[in-house]
């Protein structure tokens, strides 16, 4: 999940308090004013002792963060995660995906990345990140059986097409509880799709 903080903002000729929120690759504006700034439109991130300004090329944002908070702002913002970084595949991770011809995983480059990073691709478990392109809530069914692919301290990223009332984040949620997992984490996948990290409860590590 993204950070959050309120502050006055200024948006063109709209000025007004504003709740921020800080996203994978944009920020959000809601409250009198409205707006949606990517990271990459952005010409200067400066914290200072009032804040954290943002500049870009249609406005400019003073949001109030104590100077540390506001240091860490900055530098989330200048050096966003990698996909990759979110799902935790960093180099020499052992890494399973699930029907990669799948078109949902070609998302933003999502192949590429992994082809550009040192890890061992696998066909099947045990891994230590799988990932997961769900098409349809039948495919929730297959859940019980990668439970062994990840234990004991391995994650399954569960990815599904945003929007849909069919297949939703409640809906990959109760079947990972009902497989015996727990979700911890959210992730934005793409501009299309979401993902929710599943892993197995601490307390059920050791059991086998």
Known sequence: MGREATGAVRIGDASGKAKVLLESDELLFRGEVK????????????????????????GEA???????????????ISNPPS??????????????????????????????????RAVEVVAGGPADVVVWSLVEAADLARLPALVEWIHPAGALWAVWVKGRKELNENH????ALDAGLVDVKVARFSATRSALKLVVPKAKRGAR
């Open 35 to 58: 707006g949606r700034v990517p990271f990459r439109a952005l010409t200067a991130i400066e914290p200072g002792p009032d804040g954290l300004r943002l500049v870009w090329p249609d």
């Open 62 to 76: 003073l949001v109030g963060l104590a100077g540390t908070e506001a240091g860490r702002w900055a530098e989330r």
């Open 83 to 116: 996909l990759l970084d979110k799902l935790g595949v960093q180099d020499g991770t052992r890494v399973a995906v699930l029907d990669p011809d799948n078109v949902v995983l070609g998302d933003e480059g999502f192949a590429a990345e992994l082809a550009g």
């Open 172 to 175: 990959v949620r109760e079947a």
